[in-house]
């Protein structure tokens, strides 16, 4: 078995060596971090960690993506303990870390209090996925704790992910398990439907969907907390429903209701939510420890008895259990809810009741259902000592949550609990099975002379619930007893001894004495995931086993040395990673490793051997969190660790997807999630340095961006109807007739609305102005093409691995040299990238061709594909339908809309350009007027733009107290401040029109799949298909416009580009600067190459913001310090060819990616996207009321994206 983590007291060797490296198959780690707590607590700390109890408990959010653990507990130094509140500032606390595996860097730390230094956190738990986002935290000495995020206040709060405060409290006894409460989901995994067609062409909706026939019965998604008690009784707590946004939440609470397992109680147990809504409990019984016993836990006292609440002594009549309030819902939850109602009523009529009396109120009684032995009695074990010995029992069990309560999951442990000859000695373990247990209903047999049943039994023979065993897996111990028992106090055995009893010593549990476990009968623990897919089963002292499947096929197997304690793992929320956590005890640090599970580690020897199994499966992972709602990050994670692995290819696990995409029966599905799959493929790219790939995310961005606009405007539109839809195929004459009244907007929208009609309009301009310059290059390559002798290369198209042709080249080649260097050097060039293009294919369909266009007869007919520039932005795009129509459509739109608001900005563009600069610059000209704002524009170029004509849109705008025209004012912060004029407006939809129609025409097949290809390359996936765009189109749709396009500032740096737009491609290499060292990784932990590439430190108060990390020099920087240096430069305007005047001032600020607005720092309270770290201040905190400036209608237009980014999906944090 592999260890991976080494934390005993003293053990010096395992620090200097790192187990990882003497295993040739450990565990494959994603990364492994050290989280600190706050320096606040850490000035206070008491070092005793003989007294105070270290342990591992670990939970994983599938919604949010957060890991919340915690592994020691802390007693404060006495001193100041006493000195200070007992409330804000307890003797013993719990720090519980809430860690962001995506961005480690942004994590939480808060404390929940502990009674005593050996108590610790014995459940901890996320709530599932269908109900509101809240931490479980339950000690062992009874403590149980709710934490949320803030749920009060204005609807555009924001969900922020580091911000957690405490909602409810309350004490219990003992438990052996506390855990929430769900419904059976509507989705099955594929694990558990094998008649699933592998290569099914149906909807993932299909492909995943239960089968089952759901009952009316129903389990509502609410808080509801299941707490079984080691003396035999099951309490429940659960929060208001439906919740109350204007006041707190309440809770409530059940009596216990006993379980009637006899006086000793049980040892074992878990709960879960039945497919016809009733709650089952699985039990084992200390009298009798082989024994599963499964409870169904019913409403009321039972025996017949009515409810009556002591405290109605006046007119307080108690609801009947089935109230007619809560028809179709099951009857345990039906009662729940009656109640809740009644003590409500009770509350709004001053007649407040004590916790004590509500216990005694709501009871709850508990029948038994079903029982089943998990092997030989006791009796039998004397014929069979070599497998069962005296006293061996089960020692964990476990609902499968996706069968609703017909499997169970049984760890046994085979040996003694308690030696009968000598009380004193610890429990001995021989061995351990795992089992799997169905059930089924089946008919009762009975002897004759009972006669015939059915007849007393309305026609239908008697049933009973019959397990059968489907799994039985034997583990040996493995040696971690044995070594532990070395280094044990005050044991003196010989290790070869066998005891004459028939059991060997060297395998008995010798506790330390001052590393007791919390509960000496809980030897192991067994985790589910969400899906039911994969199982771990965590023994004591740090053992997992990974299985997969129905069948357990095993997965993976590693140790961590974690003490007298149980480890258990944390799957996320597709199981393709788990998290591990133990604490260091050697630098009292908190260590939490991610482990890659799909796929797990693979020998060298068989990398490649079944790489196309595991892309498949990596595939449905992505698929199965799409379908049902919960975080992909996990999937993404281990597809990138499994690729640097060499098991997997990240070009192949795309092309599956987009295979499946292509796949979709209909172009509404690939609709629904053609936005997901680009945010998938950004992030599987994210770090990629190929030109072709940087250009394919800022297309795949730019589609995320317009979608994101085209989803706001629609949402603010009076009559959403009223949109065009396909504005290309209608008549000038309708269009003209359109009132532009009918595609208003709600007016208190009319700024946000503003805002994205310049992010619109920056988009087209950028697209166009792409676009012109793809087409001059390809007719500048045609030109030398026939001089060359290559005329007759017709299929001139993509070759990824190309350097791609930069802008300022192809224009410098057509408008020509200055020098006969000059020009040889760009006609080697030209000839080079000629030869390039014409060797090369593209493995496509190839479409019908495109309608003869008329020019010039110097030139050639070029047939170019659109994939001959891998490197440029925009090329791509201009073969995807749905982008070009969703375009035009917004296009149209826009020039409604600037029809509509004209006359609110005439008289007022020295007002406006005051207000989009809004931070002034030294050296900046005054913003009073738009025609010195756009002066560098118009005098300082590259020749792309100093071509005769091309500077006639910049239009004077008014001097003095001249009145400026209409349709020469510019409006809106667009174009790097200086807005768009009304002809402006015009020409950019009348391009779009022009491109729309011209490619109505043209064939748009889906792009034919890559999967089993041996030269696999990144393209875009399409709605609607893809057609070639020939540059001729191009050129004949530029031609009548091009003296009227507007210029977009800055268009020659990619880096102004970037900022503009707020795109981030993957050269930001934010993720791989978080795992692969920086300003925060620990020298002393990067030994080993593959250590040092996957050790980060987290200490949350000191913790690095992405701008204090950009100017790192140091030798563990990824990027070369002049590639640093000159994006830099781009992204602010610095050391470029264009002077930016005023461009410098709204630089300064932020764009909102929420409201599209710039603004400056400290307007509001800024909050960043954990994935893409685009930044808003439009969200009211917490703590915040309401936000001042904003009515109704604006807030709840904002709160639409309070839970995450509108971009990429991510969750916020608070930027520091």
Known sequence: MNEIGATEEGSENNEQEDPMEQEPLAPATVFCIKLNQ????????????????????????????????????????????????????????????????????????????AD???????????????????????????????????????????????????????????????????????????????????????????????????????????????????????????????????????????????????????????AIITDSGAMHVAGVPIVNPSTIVV?????????????????????????????????????????????????????????????????????????????????????????????????????????????GGSVIAVVIVEGQYMSPYDPDEGPSITGWRVQRWESSLQQVVLHPIFGNPTSSMGGQPPMQTVWQTKVDLSIPPTNDFKNHQAHAVGINTDMQKVSEFGFDKSKRVNFDPLDLPSDVRTLARIVYSAHGGEIAIAFLRGGVHIFSGPNFAPVDNYQISVGSVIAAPAFSSTSCCSASVWHDTNKGQTILKIIRVLPPAIPTSQVKTNSSNWERAIAERFWWSLLVGVNWWDAVGCTQSAAEDGIVSLNSVIAVLDADFHSLPSAQHRQQYCPSLDRIKCRLLEGANAQEVRAMVLDMQARL???????????????????????????????????????????????????????????????????????????????????????????????????????????????????????????AWVQGAIAKISSTTDGVSNPAPNPPISSPSSFMPISINTGTFPGTPAVRLIGDCHFLHRLCQLL??????????????????????????????????????????????????????SQAGRVSHLVPASKGGEEPSPGRSRIGTGNAGQGYTFEEVKVLFLVLMDL?????????????????????????????????????????????????????????????????????PPAEEWHRRNMFGGPWSDPDDLDSANDAAKLVSLNPPDSSSLENCDVYYGSNGLLPRKRRMSERDAAFGLNTSMGLGAYLGIMGSRRDVITALWKTGPDGIWYKCIRCLRQTCAFASPSASSLRSQNDLEIWWISRWAHGCPMCGGTWVRVV
């Open 38 to 113: 706050h320096n606040s607590n850490l000035l206070y700390k008491m070092s005793v960690p003989e007294i105070c109890r270290n342990f591992s408990v670990v939970s994983w959010c599938g919604k949010l993506n957060a890991i919340a653990c915690a592994s020691e507990t802390c007693a404060r130094i006495p001193s100041v303990s006493f000195s200070q509140s007992s409330t804000g500032n307890p003797p013993f606390w719990i720090p519980i870390h809430i860690v962001i595996p995506e961005r480690p860097t942004e994590c939480a730390v808060f404390n929940v209090i």
């Open 116 to 270: 005593s230094p050996r108590d610790s956190v014995q459940f901890i738990e996320w709530s599932p996925t269908c109900c509101p986002r809240a931490l479980l935290i339950a000690n062992f000495h009874g403590r149980v704790t709710i934490w949320t995020q803030p749920s009060q206040g204005p609807a555009n709060r924001v969900l922020d992910t580091s911000c957690w405060l405490q909602e409810h409290e309350w004490r219990q006894d003992i438990a052996v398990v506390t855990k929430w409460l769900s419904g059976v989901s509507l989705y099955r995994w594929l694990s558990s439907k094998p008649s699933a067609p592998a290569n099914s062409r149906s909807t993932f909706e299909e492909k995943f969907l239960s089968q089952q026939n759901q009952t009316a019965a129903k389990w509502p998604n609410f808080l509801c907390v299941c707490s079984v008690f080691s003396s035999g009784s099951v309490q429940l707590h659960w929060s208001q429903w439906p919740p109350q946004n204007a006041t707190p939440p309440k809770w409530f609470c059940t009596s216990k209701g006993p379980l009637g397992c006899g006086p000793s109680g049980i040892m074992a147990a878990d």
């Open 295 to 403: 409870w169904e836990v019913m409403p009321g006292p039972g025996n017949g008895f009515q409810v009556t609440p002591r405290t109605s002594t006046n007119n307080g009549v108690p609801p009947p259990l089935n109230s007619p309030n809560w028809t179709g819902f099951s009857p345990l939850v039906a009662y729940l809810f009656s109640w809740q109602d009644y003590l409500l009523s009770e509350e709004k009529q001053g007649k407040n009741q004590t916790n004590q009396n509500l216990g005694d109120s709501i009871s709850l009684h508990c029948s038994p259902v079903s029982n089943f032995s998990a092997y030989v009695s006791p009796e039998a074990s004397a014929q069979s000592a070599a497998t069962t010995t005296w006293g061996s029992g089960v020692t964990a069990v476990a609902f499968d949550p996706t069968c």
């Open 705 to 827: 961006l317009l979608d994101m606009l085209g989803k706001g405007i629609e949402s603010a539109l009076i009559n959403p109807s009223a949109f065009v839809p396909d504005p290309w195929q209608v008549s000038g004459e309708t269009l003209s007739s359109i009132d532009p009244e009918a595609v208003a907007v709600e007016p208190a929208l009319v700024p946000c609305v503003q805002a994205y009609v310049d992010s619109i309009l920056d988009l087209a301009s950028h697209f166009i102005t792409r676009l012109r310059r793809y087409a001059s290059f390809c007719r500048t390559l045609a030109s030398h093409a026939v001089t060359a002798g290559t005329g007759n290369n017709r299929n001139m198209v993509a070759s990824p691995a190309q350097s791609t042709a930069t802008p300022a080249t192809s224009q410098g080649g057509q408008n020509g040299t200055t020098s006969s260097s000059g020009s040889t050097q760009v006609q």
């Open 892 to 945: 149209l739109f826009c020039f409604f809309f600037r029809r509509t608001q004209l006359h609110r900005y005439v008289g007022g563009v020295q007002r406006t350009a005051e207000t989009n600069t809004q931070k002034p610059q030294p050296n900046a000209p005054a913003p009073g007027k738009v025609e010195e704002i756009a002066k560098p524009v118009s005098t300082v170029g590259k020749p792309d733009d």
């Open 996 to 1064: 729309c129609r011209r490619t109505a025409g043209l064939q748009h097949p889906l792009p034919v799949s890559q999967v089993g290809s041996n030269n696999i390359q990144v393209r875009l996936h399409y709605i609607d298909g893809n057609y070639t765009v020939l540059p001729e189109v191009v050129e004949a749709s530029l031609g009548p416009h091009m003296q009227n396009m507007p210029r977009p500032r800055g268009a020659d740096a990619a880096g102004l580009l970037l900022r503009e737009l707020e795109l981030h």
